[in-house]
């Protein structure tokens, strides 16, 4: 269901706000973001004209058929941002000069101190200039529409981790003992990454992840993401066949389409990527992106005789292996397999050079706001990338680097990770129990042995798009499986929900699965 909500005829106070909001039941984009943009755009476009009262907040709600919450939260941002005003008596008004307005200064702008005419109420107040952009600015700019989403994370948004458990005074003090120390290097940094850090994080991966390389090896990049931006230039030609997982990671397959790459859906099993299905579809496809310690989003654990079966094409078809090992750290019961990247190096015959690229990142250890991560290299590429990220965006921020470096080395991080681990546990059963009493019969939610989210399976019959909206509408969100799919489904199957607990506290958890139960019950109606 798509299109304007409520377009009857009756008079409201303003302009009828809620004519001017088009919600779309089929958009990721969260309700309230909806809203606001619906706002936004009329009160530019001059629909909504300056000085123009907003109706309340219940009303509209009620208008719109969405929470209240939802529409506070598009006002907030409205508000913050200074397009309306709140007045005496508690209503909402179209301030007189968006921001909009005095971020361009057109040609025809009066000069200071020259009055600027009166505008007509019903002309557009700004016209919003059109870019024309090339098909790839244009294919990038839609692909990152419903992304980077930076209203405060409810339950259960995906890729939030534990932020409340986030060590802020000990890193504080880490910063501040540097700068007291004199050792804030402000000038250039290496393109490969402080070498303290690299030092620390080489170690790291060897004891945790049995990666088997030299502090040479580690290249600190600015998270996974730059991390596959950085080899889809350096690796790849337009046209090359990439095998990806489906369903999998969405932000892989934005940065290899802007590479110009052919993206090859490979299906996932409960032994991880099928690897015969692989080479079956393109065996000589230049790249295979996979998650093999908990496949993202399904969650299996790559068996092991896919991963040998893996690496042996790869070898064969001289094809290079991503492995992201996104969150390896929060395995809760059975022993992790040692990663791709170690069992290359073992596994190696004579004259096999090595083929893996592993990536890890600290955004799910720590928080994504520090954009850190690091790519492990073989031996052959690792001049290779210091002189192409030389070329692009130079290096990574020296400071975080150099205080990241002291909080591993300093034994911090593992007991950081320790802790969050335990948390994410009883974050998990605190879900896993709440949804057994709350969701019988609405959602399957199964426990998984690693992981930060649990994919929850709805009854047949009902739409993830419909169960996705009636949660949004509840003040709930939840992630359809569908947005990771590259193939649609054929046959009928249960549609899924990705619900991630990690970033949330016992209450939030509970009465994010109490509002859940209440979308939910709406759709059996
Ligand atoms: C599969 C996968 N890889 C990597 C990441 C981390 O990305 P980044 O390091 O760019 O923050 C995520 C985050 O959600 C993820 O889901």
Redesign the pocket.
């Known amino acids: 269901m798509s299109g304007p909500i409520n377009s009857g005829k009756r008079r409201r106070a303003a302009d009828a706000p809620a004519v001017l909001v088009d919600l779309d039941a089929t958009s990721d984009r969260p309700l309230h973001r909806q809203v606001y943009d619906g706002l936004r755009d009329a009160i530019l476009a001059g629909r909504l004209a300056a000085g123009a009262r907003l109706p309340s907040t219940r009303a509209l709600a009620r208008d719109l058929g969405v929470a209240r919450n939802t529409v506070t939260l598009a006002f907030e941002q409205l508000r913050t941002e200074g397009y309306v005003i709140g007045y005496r008596g508690g209503g909402t008004r179209v301030r007189n000069t968006t921001p909009d307005a005095l971020l361009h200064v057109s040609r025809n702008a009066p000069a200071r101190g020259q009055a600027e005419p009166l505008r007509s109420r019903s002309k557009p107040a700004i016209k919003l200039p059109r870019v024309r952009l090339p098909a790839r600015g244009a294919a990038l700019v839609a692909a990152g529409k419903d992304l980077g989403e930076t209203s405060a994370a409810r339950a259960f948004r ?2 939030v981790p534990a932020l409340d458990a986030f060590p802020a005074s000990l890193w504080a003090r880490l910063v501040a003992r540097r700068w007291r120390r004199g050792k804030v290097d402000l000038g250039e940094g290496h393109a490969a990454g402080d070498s303290a850090l690299r030092a620390t994080i080489a170690d790291y991966v060897a004891n945790a992840r049995g990666v088997r390389c030299s502090p040479r090896q580690v290249f600190v990049v600015n ?4 991390a596959i931006d950085l080899i889809s230039r350096v690796l790849l030609d337009r046209e090359d066949d990439v095998w990806v997982e489906d369903p999998g ?1 969405l ?2 397959r934005i940065a290899l389409r802007d590479a110009g790459a052919r993206l090859i859906p490979v299906p996932v099993d409960e032994e991880g990527l099928d690897v015969a299905a692989g080479e079956r579809a393109s065996p000589r496809a230049r790249l295979a992106y996979v ?1 093999p310690s908990h496949q ?2 399904l969650g299996p654990v790559m068996s092991a005789p896919r991963r040998l079966a893996l690496l042996a094409w790869a070898r064969r078809a001289k094809a290079w292996v991503l492995e ?1 090992d ?2 390896s750290e929060f395995r809760y019961s059975g022993r992790p397999l040692p990663c791709l990247q170690g069992l290359d190096i073992e596994r190696r015959g004579p004259g096999d050079e090595p083929c893996v690229l592993y ?1 890890g ?4 250890t720590l928080a ?1 706001g520090f ?1 850190l ?1 690091y790519l492990i290299l073989p031996d052959a590429l690792v001049e290779v990338f210091r002189d192409a990220r030389a070329a692009l965006d130079r290096f990574a921020p020296t400071l975080e680097q150099g205080v990241l470096a002291d909080f591993i080395g300093e034994g911090h991080y593992a007991r950081h990770v320790r802790r969050v681990r335990a948390l994410y546990a009883e974050r998990q059963e605190t879900l896993i129990a709440s949804a057994t009493s709350e969701l019988n019969g609405l959602l399957k939610l199964t426990p998984d042995a690693a992981g930060l989210h649990l994919v929850g399976w709805l009854r047949d019959g009902v739409s993830e798009v419909d169960a996705v909206r009636a949660a949004a509408a509840e003040g709930v969100e939840v992630s359809p499986l569908s947005r990771y799919r590259l193939t649609p489904q054929v046959a009928p199957a249960p549609g899924g929900l990705l619900l991630n607990y990690a970033g949330f506290d016992e209450r939030a958890i509970r009465v994010g699965v109490r509002a859940l139960r209440h979308a939910l019950e709406v759709r059996r109606d």
């Open positions: 995906l890729g998270g996974t993401q730059q990671y932000h892989v998650t993202f989003p992201d996104y969150d990536v990142t600290f955004s799910k994504p954009r991560g």
